[in-house]
T-cell receptor
Framework: EAGVVQSPRYKIIEKKQPVAFWCNPISGHNTLYWYRQNLGQGPELLIRYENEEAVDDSQLPKDRFSAERLKGVDSTLKIQPAELGDSAVYLCASSSLGPNTEAFFGQGTRLTVV | GESVGLHLPTLSVQEGDNSIINCAYSNSASDYFIWYKQESGKGPQFIIDIRSNMDKRQGQRVTVLLNKTVKHLSLQIAATQPGDSAVYFC????????????????FGQGTILTVHP
């Protein structure tokens, strides 16, 4: 069974440029998460989807970040414009609906803003 | 505020020894806990979970202990191997109304485990 697939693996951009990340969750998983992980820290939730609906985006900086999950499967996370402080690993995860089901993570996209 | 923290940022052990990684949480409403292992350049990998109605749960070479009285969680790895070297995170979650999960895993800072051959 394929796991969570993310692309690209690495991205280097200049500040003020836009960037987008793509995630393909595990087949059949209704819940999709985007996390940001800064160096030496644990992942922090940016947004959580249940099917097409964003049920928790309270931690998403909406002035520059946006996300979408069309058709309730793949998702994209966009930053426009990127800032130096956005350099981090962006992780996508998915899980089944229901209580206490673990999230499976992709390998992440390492973003460097210069 | 809510937080999940770890007592020790680094842990070094010899191959074959047992390892214990600790985690403290502050949200008494948390009722589901997960340990993740993260190797360099990879996403977190699920190791084991435990619900708040349990005190102990065992997997293959791993045991998680939960002490709700002092809000403490630990991960025990038996016969630690070099392949166990990684960063270990505890994460907490809590039920919403009707038994559904909030789904917002809150992660701690992580413990770096280094296993020496």
């Amino acid at each position: 069974e394929a796991g969570v697939v993310q692309s690209p693996r690495y991205k280097i951009i200049e500040k003020k440029q836009p960037v987008a990340f793509w995630c393909n969750p595990i087949s059949g998983h209704n819940t999709l998460y985007w996390y940001r992980q800064n160096l030496g820290q644990g992942p922090e939730l940016l947004i959580r989807y249940e099917n097409e609906e964003a049920v928790d985006d309270s931690q998403l900086p909406k002035d520059r970040f946006s996300a979408e999950r069309l058709k309730g499967v793949d998702s994209t996370l966009k930053i426009q414009p990127a800032e130096l402080g956005d350099s981090a690993v962006y992780l996508c995860a998915s899980s089944s609906l229901g209580p206490n089901t673990e999230a499976f993570f992709g390998q992440g996209t390492r973003l460097t803003v210069v | 505020g809510e937080s999940v923290g770890l007592h020790l940022p680094t842990l070094s052990v010899q191959e074959g020894d047992n390892s214990i990684i600790n985690c403290a949480y502050s949200n008494s409403a948390s009722d589901y806990f997960i340990w993740y292992k993260q190797e360099s350049g990879k996403g977190p990998q699920f190791i084991i979970d435990i619900r708040s109605n349990m005190d102990k749960r065992q997997g293959q070479r791993v045991t998680v202990l939960l002490n709700k009285t002092v809000k403490h969680l630990s991960l025990q790895i038996a016969a630690t191997q070099p392949g166990d070297s990684a960063v270990y995170f505890c994460a907490e979650n809590r039920h919403g109304a009707g038994g559904t999960s909030y789904g917002k895993l809150t992660f701690g800072q992580g413990t770096i485990l280094t296993v020496h051959p």
